[in-house]
């Protein structure tokens, strides 16, 4: 029996001890000194415009002088909300005014009314450049972009997507080619090869044609010293030789090097073979000598003999039978008495 009425005492002494704790709690509960910390009200969003928040900025400023008292300056941070919401055309901004609730949490007012300032200067700049005249803005910048300089700027054309269309193909068929390469190791080899071998074929083609270049210039210059030393008569003399050969190129050059001797021997040329054929021919009817003669009546055959040369000697054109006769009755128009 007495084992039966443990576990009921227990439960009844544990029931009472937490009736005496809960009413001691409450009664802690409603004492006044406990409550003398009061909550801390949540801060709304104040929504506004620009001419608002500009007053209230304004008004914030005066309210922050050197000799404001510390209420005021509480009274003034109590009101302040979390943010200021700004709606605008453009869009819409938010302000936080968690700095300038700690400067005058710290009792700042200095740094807070500097901040207030710094932000009004900032919503009027923002004002007078939103207040600019958007038509007119637009007429400028069309009125820069229609100079010529951007002409060029368009959107693409019809034709331009086309070749932007080929390039990207042609681009994919490459990565096509050679992006398998790795998986074929002889391949790539060869490949490099034939691009190395045909990269040296073009540098030396190039060489060679340079060569060539230099080899016509070479002989120019060593006929100039062979062109002193024979009269108009010799020059005749090796022409007809090379007609005789079927050389009709070197009979060409032969004739028209005896036409300038001639005028060098009758003073309608000066003695001096540094010149080019053209000079040759500019110095017909406009002589640089005072004692030279002026006869434009040269000026037709050996115009005639200076186009043949340059376009048969120097440009290694084929010259026929017809060429060589006709370069010989120019010679005679030139004054050289042919048999």
């Known amino acids: 029996m007495c084992r039966l009425r443990e576990p009921r005492l227990s439960t009844q002494l544990s029931l009472a001890l937490l009736a005496v704790l809960l009413l001691g709690r409450c009664a802690a509960a409603g004492t006044p000194d406990e409550q003398a910390v009061p909550a801390v009200p949540v801060s709304p969003v104040a929504v506004t415009d620009l001419p608002s928040l500009s007053d209230e900025l304004r008004r914030i400023s005066a309210n922050l002088g050197k000799d404001a008292p510390p209420e005021k300056v509480q009274a003034l941070r109590n009101s302040l909300p979390d943010q ?6 453009e ?10 609730r700690r400067q005058l949490s710290d009792k700042s007012p200095t740094n ?32 820069i972009l229609a100079a010529q300089e951007f002409a060029a700027v368009h959107p693409p054309t019809s034709w331009d997507l086309f070749r932007r269309r080929v390039a990207l193909w042609f681009a994919r068929l490459l990565g096509r080619i050679f992006g398998g390469l790795y998986r ?7 490949l490099f090869w034939l691009i ?8 030396a083609l190039t060489i060679f044609r340079f060569l060539i270049g230099r080899d016509r210039i070479d002989s120019i210059k060593s006929e100039k010293i062979i062109v002193a030393s024979r009269t108009w008569q010799e020059w005749v003399r090796l022409a007809r030789d090379a007609a005789a ?27 001096d073979h540094s010149r080019t054929p053209r000079e040759y021919l500019s110095l017909v009817s406009q002589p640089t000598l005072p004692e030279q003669p002026s006869n434009t009546a040269f000026r037709e055959p050996l115009s005639i003999l200076t186009r043949r040369l ?30």
Request: aromatic share 10%; charged share 20%.
């Open 84 to 89: 200021w919401s700004i709606k605008t055309p």
């Open 91 to 100: 869009r819409d901004y938010s302000i936080s005014t968690d700095y300038l």
């Open 112 to 143: 807070a009314k500097l901040w207030v300032d710094n932000l009004q200067n900032k919503l009027s700049t923002y004002s007078q450049t939103g207040n600019l005249d958007l038509a007119s803005s637009r007429a400028q910048l069309d009125h």
């Open 184 to 190: 074929y190791p002889i391949g790539g080899q060869i």
């Open 196 to 203: 190395l071998i045909a990269g040296v074929g073009f540098i």
């Open 245 to 271: 050969r079927n050389d009709f190129r070197e009979a060409i050059h032969s004739i028209y090097w005896a036409g300038i001797t001639r005028l060098e021997d009758a003073g309608a040329l000066p003695m």
């Open 310 to 339: 340059e376009q048969i000697w120097y440009g290694r054109r084929n010259a026929a039978p017809e060429d060589f006769r006709d370069s010989l009755r120019q010679l005679e128009l030139l004054g050289c008495q042919l048999e």
